[in-house]
C-alpha cells in the first residue's frame, strides 16, 4: 500500500530534550516535506527536499533541522524544542522534484507537545 | 510574499444543500491550485486539483472554479452528504524556484443530517 509513514503519532516532551520525528515514504517521491498545522494558520511549510542531499528552507524553519540521506526518509530534527514548536506536523512527497505541480501524499500526523 | 486567503473559517450546511468555499491569491504567477480535505484524526488528501489554463474542473458532486483576472478559485460541493464534513484546505503554488505550495487557513464544513 502506498503510503507515508510518520513516528511517533504523539509525543510529549520537555523544553530543550532533543527529538526526531522521523517520515519515510514507499512511492519512491524525489519531493518531500514537512508542514506543522496550528489553529487558524493552516498549514506552514518547515523544510523541503527536492531530492537525495537537497533540502531547503520553506516559511518557518526556525528551530529545526532536517536531513535526506536517502530518497525513502525524511526526519525532522527538533534540536531544543520550546513550547512554541507544539504543534501538529506532517510529512508529505509527491512526484517529480522539479515540478511545481502534483498530489502531496500526507502522513496522518504527529502530534507534539513540548512543556 | 505569497498569500492564500480561505473564506469562510467555519461553514454548516444542511444535508443536501450545497457548499462553497473561497480562495484569493496574490502571485499572479500561480499555476497551480489543489485543494485538500482533511478528516479527523488524518492528514489532508487531494480531492480536486485546476490549473491555471482551465477555468472550471468537475468530478461528480464536487467542482473547481478560476478566475485568474481576480485572482481567486472557489470549491463547489453539491448534495452535501455527512460524510463531506471536514477541514478543506486550498493551496497555490507558483512555478518558481520554491516548488512549494502556499496553503489556505482551512474551512471546518459541518454538514447537518
Known amino acids: 500500500e502506498a503510503q507515508v509513514t510518520q513516528n511517533p503519532r504523539y509525543l510529549i516532551t520537555v523544553t530543550g530534550k532533543k527529538l526526531t520525528v522521523t517520515c519515510s515514504q514507499n512511492?519512491?517521491?524525489?519531493?518531500m516535506s514537512w508542514y506543522r498545522q496550528d489553529p487558524g494558520l493552516g498549514l506552514r511549510q518547515i523544510y523541503y527536499?527536492?531530492?537525495?542531499?537537497?533540502?531547503d528552507k520553506g516559511d518557518v524553519p526556525e528551530g529545526y533541522k532536517v536531513s535526506r540521506k536517502e530518497k525513502r526518509n525524511f526526519p525532522l530534527i527538533l534540536e531544543s524544542p520550546s513550547p512554541n514548536q507544539t504543534s501538529l506536523y506532517f510529512c508529505?512527497?509527491?512526484?517529480?522534484?522539479?515540478?511545481?505541480?502534483?498530489?502531496?501524499?500526507f502522513g496522518e500526523g504527529s502530534r507534539l507537545t513540548v512543556l | 510574499g505569497e498569500n492564500v486567503e480561505q473564506h469562510p473559517s467555519t461553514l454548516s450546511v444542511q444535508e443536501g444543500d450545497s457548499a462553497v468555499i473561497k480562495c484569493t491569491y496574490s502571485?499572479?504567477?500561480?499555476?497551480?491550485f489543489p485543494w485538500y480535505k482533511q478528516e479527523l484524526g488524518k492528514g489532508p488528501q487531494l480531492i480536486i486539483d485546476?490549473?491555471?489554463?482551465?477555468g472550471e474542473k468537475k468530478d461528480q458532486r464536487i467542482a473547481v472554479t478560476l478566475n485568474k483576472t481576480a485572482k481567486h478559485f472557489s470549491l463547489h460541493i453539491t448534495e452535501t452528504q455527512p460524510e463531506d464534513s471536514a477541514v478543506y484546505f486550498c493551496?497555490?503554488?507558483?512555478?518558481?524556484?520554491?516548488?512549494?505550495?502556499?496553503f489556505g487557513t482551512g474551512t471546518r464544513l459541518k454538514v447537518l443530517a
Open positions: 493551496a497555490a503554488s507558483i512555478p518558481s524556484g520554491t516548488y512549494k505550495y502556499i
Open positions: 502571485d499572479s504567477a500561480s499555476n497551480y
Open positions: 508529505a512527497s509527491r512526484v517529480g522534484g522539479g515540478l511545481n505541480t502534483g498530489e502531496l501524499f
Open positions: 527536499s527536492m531530492n537525495v542531499e537537497v533540502t
Open positions: 485546476i490549473r491555471s489554463n482551465v
Open positions: 512511492m519512491n517521491h524525489e519531493y
